[in-house]
């Protein structure tokens, strides 16, 4: 899902021969993967849990402020005809203290799946992202960095819900003339009630390389047989449409978001931005999300963010990023998905500098 300039993960790998019949032979690969990322956060107000209200300031550690800290497992096995079977088991954890984080809080809880693929598309069953989550780190223009992005808005709604999608089964079609697709169904896995944590998802896009264009849904109820921490059964419909543009070095992003949550808010987010790769070690990022609670419109916040990142190497990557966010009414939209998912009332600014190293 990450690169070193869109945090796709790049690794390396090791190719066998798997003898099938004294004359049939498929050739396998596994790779191990990961991606580390640490720094320094500072902001200038932090959420009081207790009283909703301002506990001052902080300076501290931070794990994952672009990206996830991550390692994984991932191989391809080529049945022959154009068919090839794959998997992924991949673990989130945190770079400050060893322990699970990034991830549903299990030992693979970022993604685990087994699938097959061919020329007619691709079949992926376990856990695994939504349709819906893709389509949303497609259109951010800060790559759903850790933060000033639209990653913590997110996560302030639903938490894990529709990123870390257990037992699921999902379809992902081939490109054809630019237009692809994906549709996900997850069970509760509860008898008797089948509609107990169920959960579905689908999204389409039409890409040409110039402009593309994205619609997502998504719909879950709450309940189910997983438990995971944080929560990944939270209730809600999510909708997104979106659209970007690229020419040259500089891409802009623009889309809307509805996130309307049981029992909570039904938040129209509106966002749009610009990347710009300036030189081939050098990139800029920057953003404006505006969040409006459709139930009660005095609960609403703003959030504008600038990222730039330092290529070392292909693997080695140092970065900046600023934002500042504004909240009204009930609304509290923090900066970063570690360390400040949250912020009280008013004006709340942020900093963050880091290293991120992928392998």
């Known amino acids: 899902m990450f690169s070193q300039r869109k945090f796709r993960i790049a690794g390396i790998a090791g190719a066998a021969g798997l003898l099938l019949s004294g004359t049939a032979h498929a050739q396998s690969s596994v790779t191990l993967y990961g991606l580390v990322d640490g720094g320094l956060l500072y902001t200038s107000k932090t959420l009081d849990p207790a009283t909703g209200g301002n506990a001052g300031k902080q300076f501290s550690f931070l794990d994952g402020g672009s990206a996830p800290t991550l390692f994984g497992l991932t191989g391809t096995e080529d049945l022959g005809g154009g068919l090839k079977a794959e998997f992924k088991l991949e673990s989130g954890f945190s770079v400050a203290n060893g322990a699970f984080s990034n991830s549903n809080g299990n030992l693979f809880g970022r993604?685990?799946?087994?699938?097959?693929?061919?020329?007619?598309?691709?079949?992926?069953l376990g856990m695994q992202f939504s349709p819906f989550f893709l389509s949303l780190y497609d259109l951010d223009p800060r790559g759903m960095s850790q933060f000033g992005s639209g990653l913590?808005?997110?996560?302030?709604?639903?938490?894990?819900t529709g990123v870390f999608?257990?037992?699921?089964?999902?379809?992902?079609?081939?490109?054809?003339?630019?237009?692809?697709?994906?549709a996900m169904f997850a069970f509760g896995g509860v008898a008797g009630n089948f509609q107990s944590g169920r959960q579905y998802s689908m999204n389409l896009k039409y890409d040409n390389g110039t402009v593309m264009v994205e619609g997502a849904f998504y719909n879950g109820n709450s309940g189910g047989?997983?438990?995971?921490?944080?929560?990944?059964?939270?209730?809600?419909?999510?909708?997104?449409?979106?659209?970007?543009?690229?020419?040259?070095?500089?891409t802009a992003k623009?889309?809307?978001?509805?996130y309307k949550v049981a029992g909570g808010f039904n938040s129209n987010v509106y966002n749009a931005g610009l990347d710009f790769l300036a030189l081939p070690t050098l990139d800029f990022n920057g953003g404006v999300w505006y969040v409006s609670d459709r139930n009660d419109t005095t609960n609403h916040s703003v959030m504008g963010a600038l990222g730039a990142q330092y290529f070392l190497s292909h693997r080695t990557t140092l970065f900046g990023q600023a934002a500042v966010v504004n909240n009204h009414g009930a609304m509290n939209t923090g900066l970063s998905v570690n360390n400040a998912l949250f912020s009280p009332a008013g004006t709340t600014t942020g900093v963050n500098v880091g290293v991120r190293h992928v392998f």
């Open 254 to 258: 623009a889309s809307f978001i509805n």
């Open 152 to 160: 913590p808005i997110y996560l302030d709604h639903v938490l894990g």
């Open 111 to 124: 993604q685990a799946y087994v699938g097959l693929a061919n020329q007619y598309g691709g079949l992926k």
């Open 165 to 182: 999608n257990a037992n699921a089964v999902s379809y992902s079609s081939p490109v054809v003339a630019g237009f692809s697709g994906g």
């Open 225 to 250: 047989t997983v438990n995971t921490a944080p929560p990944t059964n939270v209730a809600f419909i999510g909708r997104m449409l979106g659209a970007s543009y690229k020419i040259g070095g500089l």
